[in-house]
């Protein structure tokens, strides 16, 4: 009997510390933080910013390319704590999805490019005793079908079969590249600022003295073509772009002073590269109907001859944010400039980032 009443003692103290478990804690749910698995994987479906604290008014720590995976640490509303690489920071949670739990290695990344750095045998197998297809030559591109080892199954000129990975070269990504530097967002090496990104309160360059030496050339081009094109609006600093942008919301109300106009820090005039033009006539200065002016005919056709990208082009909206701006140029040097003009798309739809 002394023996069973002991068992059952045994067995009551064995329940009430499980029950008397301190869950509350974290520190004794090493796998979960929050109710969350601390190992739950997210991709991301654009390019993120990774921030210091919850909210779009915190620093950027670093931008985390799409299609990367974070690891979830804790959920904060609608922003996520998570870790990317060795960073670890916050990022909204719009922009991840749950990753999934499997993923096939020799499956590539179709977004990569490779060419050839030697002129190649594409072969009907994966290795040097199988059949030689053709010979791709060096420098051609192709297309990664799934990898074998050593060996890749590519495309190349409506021909499929097996190339040493040896003699192929990484280009590029569909992806854009965005780096960081001291708060500044980068891509292609140009500063990138709109609705999403930001600069610094302290960012003061003042104007680009390279975008006003370009701003001249094309002035006096312009005069040739019997159009006076003139700098109605510059370089401006963080406090007063702050200042205008409280001035037209409490005038028109922030839904719709921020279709023309941004909120401090998100505008490209803070850059002190970009411009508003206008013509000698000043009833069109600011306004859609500049685009009929000689001025603004001009500009169209000729700016980025000189460097200048329209910014903010009509039927736009959706992608940067802002409203149809005939008289907004920003600089971003002759050969960007020209590619983009030639894609007809805007900044963000050619270097794939959000403006939203």
Known sequence: MKQLLKRIAVMLAMIFALTSFPMGNSSFMPDTVRGVQATTQYATTANLN?????GTNYKI?????????????????AWYKVRYSDK?????????????????????NQTMKYKTTAN???????????????????????????????????????????????YLLLLTS??????????IVYVDGVIVVNKRYALPSTYNPGESKEARIAINR????????????QVISGYRTYD??????????????????????????????????????????????????????AEGKYLAANAHR?????????????????????????YVGVERATKIFKSGKTMEEHYRFSGK
Do not use: C
């Open 218 to 229: 094309m002035a006096a081009d312009a005069k040739k073509k019997k159009a006076s094109i």
């Open 50 to 54: 990774l921030r210091t604290g919850a």
């Open 240 to 293: 007063y772009q702050e200042r205008l942008y409280n001035r037209y919301v409490k005038q028109y109300g922030e839904r719709e002073a921020s279709r023309f106009s941004a909120r401090p820090g998100h505008s490209e005039h803070q850059t002190g590269l970009s411009f508003d033009f206008g013509g000698p006539n000043r009833s069109y200065w600011l306004k859609e109907s500049f685009d009929r002016t």
């Open 88 to 108: 670890t920071g916050y990022v909204s949670s719009k922009y991840v999805k749950l990753a999934g739990q499997t993923s096939n290695k020799n499956t590539p």
């Open 120 to 166: 190649l045998n594409l072969r009907s197998g994966a290795g040097t005793k199988y059949k030689v297809i053709t010979v791709i030559p060096k420098g051609k591109q192709v297309a990664i079908l799934s990898k074998h080892g050593g060996w890749y199954r590519v495309s190349f000129s409506g021909k499929k079969g097996y190339v040493s990975s040896r």
């Open 174 to 183: 569909d992806n854009p590249v965005l780096t960081v530097k001291n708060g």
């Open 306 to 330: 000189f460097g200048f990208i329209l910014r903010y082009p009509k039927g736009k909206e959706s992608v940067t944010g802002y409203m149809y701006e005939p008289w907004h140029f920003r």
């Open 61 to 77: 720590i670093t931008v985390i390319p799409k299609g990367k995976q974070v690891t979830l640490i804790s959920k904060h509303g």
